[in-house]
Structures are given as C-alpha cells and as structure tokens.
C-alpha cells in the first residue's frame, strides 16, 4: 500500500485531509508574512493598490520593487528598514512602500512599470498623473545615505497644495516678506515659525524643514541672504536662525552649533518647556512575530529535515507555474533570442514534462503557440496561458514546496524549485540522449537566467559563471549533468554563511557523505558516484508525490 506520514493511504488522506481543513482555516485568515511591515514604515502593497497612492497630491512616495526570492534583495531589506525608521520624521510628506514582483498578483504593474533588476528604488513626486505611471524618478543606488540625500533633494522640490495639514515652505523668503505675512502663508494658526539662514550651497534649512515635520506647531522659513533678518527687526550680522512668535517676538534658542540637528534641538527643548510634544511616532519596538510552518507545512518539514534527498512532484510543478505565470510573463517584449530561449525552454518542459495530463496539454499548446508567432509579449504569453488552462482542468494543485521547504520565511522555496527543475531536466535528457544534442539543458538555463530569472544578483552571477565554466563547451549529456552540478556546488559555497541562508538547510557541498560515501575519494569528488547519484535522485520514475493531495500524474 501507498504510504505517507507512515500511514497507510487511506488514512494518510483524511490526514491530510484533516490538516488541511481544521488547522490550515485558521492559517489562511492570517496575515501573510511579508518582508516588509508596518513596524518598519514600510507599507507593503499590491499593484492596484499602489496605482492609486501614486497619485495621491498630497505626499512624495518612495516605492523599492523588490522580489523575494532576490538575495540582493533579502541582504538589502536590514539597511532598508533601519532608513525607513528613520524617516519616520518625514512621515506628513513622505511615504515609503515595497511591491514584491515575485506575487503573480503584481506581475502586470511591474512589467508596466518595466522593472528590469530588483531591488529598484523610484521616487514619485506629490503631483503625479495616472498616464505617468512608470515614469517615477530611479534612485539608482542602495547606500541609504545617498538616497536620503537624494529625497531630501526631490521632496524641496515637491508641490504640497494638494495636503490638508501644515504645508511646508522650501522657497527662500523674498525681500517684500515679513512677520505678518510669512505667519499667513502657513494659511494656519501657526505659534512659531524658525527662521534659518541657509548660505549658498548649503541644505541646512532644507534639511530643518525636514527635521521639525514632527512638530506642527513650527513652521520654517529659509533665508538665503542675511539682509533680510532686517525684516523681522532683527540685526543680520548676528544672526543665523531665530525663533519668532505670532506677535514677532522672538523666543530664546541656543543651539550648540550651526547645524540643522543643532537647531531641531535646541527648538524641540524649547516646545518641551511649553509642554509642545512631537507628533506620535508608529511603534516599532515590537517586531512582527515570524511565522514559521504550521499545519501541514510543519509536518512537511519535519518530515524534511530527516529524510535523504528526493525529489518532490510539489517543488517540479511550483517551479514550472511559477516560470509561466510570473518570470515570463514579467518581461514587456519577447523577441529574438529571448524567444528563441523561451521556444527552447518550453520545448525541454515538453520533452521531459512532469505535469499531470492537463499540464501536458498545456504546454503542448504553448510550444504550437510560440512557433506561430515571431514576437510576443508577456501579457500576450499570459493571455495564452490563461486561456489554454480554461479548459484542462486543474494543473498545478500542491501550491507549496516539499523537499524546497524553508525552515524560516523567504528561504529556498522558488530557487531551490528552479535548481531541482534543472538538475531533473539534465538527467531525463541524459537518459534519452537522442532527444536534445547535450549542453541543451543549461543553455536553456542560461537563456532563462538572462532574459527571465526575476532576480538580478542571482542573474548575473550565473551568467559571469556559465562563462568562465564554458558552457558552451560541453559535447556530452553526462558531462552536462555534472556541469550543472558543479556550478550548483559553487554557488552553495559562495552562499555559504550568507544572510539569506536557511538555518537548517545549510549550503553545503552535495551530496554529502552520509548520503554517497561512493561518491568521495579521498579528499576528491568520484565523478562516476556522483554521475550515478545524480542520474538515480533526479531520475522522473523516482519523483515523489508527497504532500501532494494527488499521488500520480493522471
């Protein structure tokens, strides 16, 4: 009899039956873990959602186009989030959100937006127009220093007559200026207002404005010439910034230094002593909980973490739905070698396809499809994928990952997919070596990393890899299976210890020992084992369905 979990078939059914309908309920009403969250000033978004705070007049937003999988992207998101803490200050004209362009929920805004590499930071100004979408401003760099920088630059520049609270003024204040009407300006009931002279080639002002949004009770008016504290009945030769009443008196401040955190200072000591506090900042002392697997998935991985390494039906079909619904459908015009990588590609899922009899289908129609046209986009490809899944029925029905399980959120999962796809594509195209000359496979892995793979650290790696490793150069089906092996055993050393690592699946050099003492010689790896290993592992008569609600591919 079929067994799994070590029950027998019947009864391992109800058992996941069970899981899946009591404990995974209270699951799916969850929030979903996401990398970024409110706790980080970072609000995380959907591609319609993101369409309509684009336009909102009131604020300046940055948006970073991310994708999970992206490990420049992961590495990134500590550096990201400290930043965005920080800008907390700049909360009243200033808003911060992350797009994941791994959900297939926001494939078509990402392509629209033609994001080409992740993580990639826009700035989009207050007065933004639905037609101008994808023409925000790119930031073009991931020091958080630069990119403060690079705000505090945009948002002087920004238009705030669409906001309800206090605007802020960045025009210097001009000659026919003085209390009566820089107060009306604010068109407020404004207590103070800071005056800052700001010299040539200096921020400082610009950056108080920014500093003291926390404190609508201050408005701040910049100077670029010190004739002008004349105004205000004030002597310029000793000024530099002054805090003025409603009346024009001014109130006592004693900065520690010519500096806008000087001046932020000495005002916020100031409100203090009239009991004036900031406004309330989010909290971001309590972290999210990290949701680690539960229900089925925690028995998935339990079952994982103990077992020798197989190959799961669930991570073969995750790999392909995600290819065909998300990565290729992402890239805006398909077209020479990127079609001729994408004919290639869907030819080999044809060949060696390991999806059901609906999903044969599927991709047979693909593969008729994309040798009647000579240019398509991926909202064309999409389209075709869409409407060819109306009729088989149900496809891709596990939607979770098996032997590529993360211990944590964002570990393995989609990459780890892609490698198994590949290693199993070698292997079946090894066993039937009239099918495809050798070295098909992974120039097929190559094409996909180039024109497709949705994570651009990772994309250029293997390209600079595949280079020096000549691809090109490999003439034997078994030399391609250990190619690739190869080239996966370098990755996982280069990865090794790296932030985005899985606790308890570590990047080690595979097969290990206890799973092919054969395959060691010595210190050196026994080519012929490891061959041997590869073709068994990856071979499709051995893929197992586990955690599957099906048990076979019909």
């Given at each position: 009899?079929?067994?799994?979990l070590?029950?027998?078939f019947g009864?391992?059914?109800?058992?996941?039956l069970?899981?899946?309908g009591?404990?995974?309920i209270?699951i799916?009403g969850?929030e979903?873990e996401?990398?970024?969250?409110?706790?980080?000033?970072?609000?995380?978004?959907?591609?319609t959602?993101?369409?309509g705070t684009?336009?909102?007049p009131a604020?300046?937003?940055?948006?970073?186009?991310?994708?999970?999988?992206c490990?420049?992207?992961?590495?990134f998101?500590?550096?990201?989030?400290?930043?965005?803490v920080?800008?907390?200050?700049?909360?009243?004209?200033l808003r911060?959100?992350?797009?994941d362009?791994a959900?297939?929920v926001?494939?078509?805004?990402?392509?629209?937006?033609?994001i080409?590499?992740?993580?990639?930071l826009?700035?989009?100004?207050?007065?933004?127009?639905?037609?101008?979408m994808?023409?925000?401003?790119?930031i073009?760099?991931?020091?958080?220093?630069k990119?403060?920088?690079?705000l505090t630059g945009?948002?002087?520049?920004?238009?705030?007559?669409?906001?309800k609270?206090?605007k802020p003024?960045?025009?210097?204040i001009?000659s026919t200026?003085n209390?009566?009407?820089?107060?009306?300006?604010?068109?407020h009931?404004?207590?103070y207002?800071l005056?800052?002279?700001?010299?040539?080639?200096?921020?400082?002002g610009?950056q108080t404005?920014l500093d003291?949004?926390?404190?609508?009770h201050?408005?701040?008016?910049?100077?670029?010439?010190?004739?002008?504290f004349?105004?205000f009945g004030?002597?310029?030769?000793?000024?530099?910034?002054?805090?003025?009443?409603?009346?024009?008196?001014?109130?006592?401040?004693?900065?520690d230094n010519e500096?806008?955190?000087?001046y932020?200072?000495s005002v916020?000591?100031?409100?203090g002593?009239?009991?004036?506090?900031?406004?309330?900042?989010?909290?971001?002392t309590?972290?999210?909980?990290e949701v680690?697997?539960?229900?089925?998935?925690?028995?998935?991985?339990?079952?994982?973490?103990?077992s020798p390494?197989?190959?799961?039906q669930?991570?073969l079909e995750?790999?392909?739905?995600q290819?065909?619904?998300?990565?290729?459908p992402?890239?805006p015009l398909?077209?020479?070698?990127?079609?001729?990588?994408?004919r290639l590609?869907?030819?080999?899922?044809q060949?060696?396809?390991?999806?059901?009899?609906d999903?044969?289908k599927l991709i047979?129609?693909?593969?008729?499809?994309?040798f009647?046209?000579?240019e398509i986009?991926?909202?064309e490809?999409?389209?075709a994928?869409?409407k060819?899944?109306?009729?088989?029925g149900?496809?891709?029905?596990g939607?979770?990952?098996?032997?590529?399980?993360?211990?944590k959120?964002f570990?393995?999962?989609i990459?780890?997919?892609?490698w198994?796809?590949?290693?199993?594509?070698?292997?079946?195209s090894?066993n039937?070596p009239g099918?495809?000359?050798?070295?098909t496979?992974?120039?097929?892995l190559?094409?996909?990393?180039?024109f497709?793979?949705g994570?651009?650290?990772?994309s250029?790696?293997?390209?600079?890899?595949?280079?020096?490793?000549?691809?090109?150069s490999v003439?034997r089906?078994?030399?391609?299976?250990?190619?690739?092996?190869?080239a996966?055993?370098?990755?996982?050393?280069?990865?090794?210890?790296d932030p985005t690592?899985?606790?308890?699946f570590?990047?080690?050099?595979?097969p290990?020992?206890?799973h092919?003492?054969?395959?060691?010689?010595?210190?050196?790896?026994?080519s012929?084992?490891?061959?041997?290993?590869?073709?068994?592992?990856?071979?499709l008569k051995?893929v197992s369905?586990?955690?599957l609600?099906?048990?076979?591919?019909?």
């Open positions: 009899m079929l067994r799994l070590g029950l027998s009864k391992s059914l109800l058992f996941t069970i899981i899946q009591t404990l995974l209270g799916q969850a979903k996401t990398l970024y969250s409110k706790y980080d000033n970072v609000h995380m978004v959907t591609g959602t993101l369409q684009l336009t909102d604020l300046g937003k940055l948006v970073q186009f991310m994708n999970i999988f490990g420049h992207c992961r590495r998101a500590p550096t990201f989030k400290k930043m965005a920080g800008l907390q200050k700049w909360n009243r004209i911060i959100y992350a797009v362009c959900e297939e926001n494939v078509r805004l990402c392509r629209d937006f033609a080409k590499s992740t993580p990639t826009r700035y989009y100004p207050s007065k933004f127009l639905k037609s101008q994808g023409l925000g401003t790119n073009g760099t991931t020091d958080p220093e990119i403060v920088k690079l945009y948002l002087a520049k920004n238009d705030y007559s669409g906001t609270e206090l003024i960045f025009e210097p001009q200026e209390v009566s009407t820089i107060f009306d300006r604010f068109g009931n404004l207590p207002i005056l800052v002279l700001q010299p040539q080639n200096s921020w400082i610009i404005i003291l949004l926390p404190y609508p201050v408005g701040v008016r910049i100077l670029n010439d010190a004739q002008l004349t105004n004030l002597q310029p030769s000793d000024q530099k910034v002054a805090l003025l009443d409603g009346t024009g008196k001014v109130e006592p401040l004693t900065p500096s806008s955190s000087a932020v200072a916020v000591e100031f409100l002593q009239k009991g004036i506090t900031s406004i309330p900042r989010l909290a971001t309590t972290s999210p909980k680690l697997p539960m229900g089925l998935d925690a028995v998935i991985l339990k079952k994982m973490l103990v390494p197989t190959v799961y669930a991570d995750q790999a392909i739905d290819l065909i619904h998300i990565e290729i992402k890239t398909i077209k020479g070698d990127s079609l001729m990588a994408l590609l869907i030819k080999l899922f060949r060696f396809n390991p999806l059901n009899k999903g044969r047979d129609r693909l593969v008729n499809h994309l009647l046209v000579n986009t991926g909202e490809f999409l389209t994928v869409n060819i899944e109306k009729s088989p149900r496809i891709f029905k939607k979770r990952y098996v032997g590529c399980i993360g211990s959120p570990t393995r999962g990459t780890c997919s892609f198994t796809l590949f290693h199993y594509l070698t292997v079946m090894a039937s099918a495809f000359p050798p070295g496979v992974i120039k097929s190559y094409g996909f990393a180039k497709f793979f994570c651009t650290d990772c250029q790696h293997f390209q600079k890899m595949a280079k020096r490793r000549k691809i090109g003439k089906h078994d030399k391609e299976v250990l190619w690739l092996w190869e996966h055993n370098e990755v996982n050393k280069r990865l090794s210890g690592e899985d606790p308890k570590l990047k080690v050099q595979f290990l020992k206890k092919c003492s054969a395959c060691y010689k010595s210190k050196r790896w026994n012929a084992q490891v061959l041997k290993y590869l073709k068994r592992i990856y071979n051995r369905f586990y955690g609600p099906t048990f076979n591919r019909s």
